[in-house]
């Protein structure tokens, strides 16, 4: 089992940035790969961002490429999202999610949070 816990965010004028962070607990070690996914009410869960927690390659939705970074620091268990230049098309509940076996989509992994909201207004 794995537990996460996001935090940060919040409500932000278009251009502005926000850093999310997600603390893991658990069998952490066990974890191959992390992410992050977000969700409008009404439409389908979107993949954000991935890394591969062994060789901490990453993966982006072109929608966000070049304006959010996922990292994580394993001495502390946490995954992190830094988005800059944010938009109003960002708005979302976003999600951290991890799983032992690195699935096709971050949306697919096993455990996931609670999620913090995000508001871009314009």
């Known amino acids: 089992q794995v537990q996460l816990v996001e935090s940060g965010g919040g409500s932000v004028q278009a251009g502005g940035s926000l850093r999310l962070t997600c603390a893991a607990s658990g069998y952490t070690y066990s974890v191959a790969c992390m992410g992050w996914f977000r969700q409008v009410p009404g439409k389908e869960r979107e993949g954000v961002a991935v890394i591969f927690t062994q060789s901490a390659r990453t993966g982006y939705a072109d929608s966000v490429k070049g304006r959010f970074t996922i990292s994580q620091d394993n001495a502390k268990n946490s995954l992190y999202l830094q988005m800059n230049n944010l938009k109003p098309e960002d708005t979302a509940m976003y999600y951290c999610?991890?799983?032992?076996?690195?699935?096709?989509?971050?949306?697919?992994?096993?455990?996931r949070g609670q999620g913090t909201q995000v508001t871009v207004s314009s």
């Open positions: 999610a991890a799983d032992f076996v690195c699935q096709s989509t971050v949306v697919g992994y096993e455990y």
